[in-house]
T-cell receptor
Framework: DTAVSQTPKYLVTQMGNDKSIKCEQNLGHDTMYWYKQDSKKFLKIMFSYNNKELIINETVPNRFSPKSPDKAHLNLHINSLELGDSAVYFC???????????FGPGTRLLVL | GENVEQHPSTLSVQEGDSAVIKCTYSDSASNYFPWYKQELGKGPQLIIDIRSNVGEKKDQRIAVTLNKTAKHFSLHITETQPEDSAVYFCAASRAAGNKLTFGGGTRVLVKP
């Protein structure tokens, strides 16, 4: 009974390709997030959606485009992948903007 | 914006001893301070959190203290066990579901 799930778990691709990462939560939450964890383990927020509306958009290149088809899903599409995009991407969810965030298991992206 | 500093970056303790991790933050409007534990290959898991109207919170072997005047908060783990070995992150935000700003992480190793 996974709470926040992500697919794929691992993603290895060539520079210049376009790829997507999917996130689903079965907690009934209405707010979802994408975080990036670099090779030094530093975690930084990228986006946040509340009820399918974008509420946080950090200074992320516009090659990254989040899409929320419904409250339970928040996908991340990345165009023209670059070497520096290699990282672990975590999805998280919370009930509203006042409650705890729960993280998924992460997607390990390696760009060659 | 918010800046969170975390120390130490690595911490090695003998099983049964206590471990203390300290964080400072810069935004006086921050009022939510969670601590996450990240095991190898997994996503961050919330272990305890504290809000600014509380100075201390305890959950079994884990406690967190908050000093809003000095803008710092600490995690205390007593009677450490080998399964406490992980990377621990502090974070701060203006609300629980708002943008979390993470510290750089502390790698804790509990030696049997």
């Amino acid at each position: 009974d996974t709470a926040v799930s992500q697919t794929p778990k691992y993603l290895v691709t060539q520079m210049g390709n376009d790829k997507s990462i999917k996130c689903e939560q079965n907690l009934g939450h209405d707010t979802m997030y994408w975080y990036k964890q670099d090779s030094k383990k530093f975690l930084k927020i990228m986006f946040s959606y509340n009820n399918k509306e974008l509420i946080i958009n950090e200074t992320v290149p516009n090659r990254f485009s989040p899409k929320s088809p419904d409250k339970a899903h928040l996908n991340l599409h990345i165009n023209s992948l670059e070497l520096g995009d290699s990282a672990v991407y975590f999805c998280a969810s919370s009930q509203g903007v006042e409650e705890t965030q729960y993280f998924g298991p992460g997607t390990r992206l390696l760009v060659l | 914006g918010e800046n969170v500093e975390q120390h130490p970056s690595t911490l090695s303790v003998q099983e049964g001893d206590s471990a203390v991790i300290k964080c400072t933050y810069s935004d006086s409007a921050s009022n939510y301070f969670p601590w996450y534990k990240q095991e190898l290959g997994k996503g961050p898991q919330l272990i305890i959190d504290i809000r600014s109207n509380v100075g201390e919170k305890k959950d079994q072997r884990i406690a967190v203290t908050l000093n809003k005047t000095a803008k710092h908060f600490s995690l205390h783990i007593t009677e450490t066990q080998p399964e406490d070995s992980a990377v621990y992150f502090c974070a701060a935000s203006r609300a629980a579901g708002n943008k979390l700003t993470f510290g750089g992480g502390t790698r804790v190793l509990v030696k049997p």
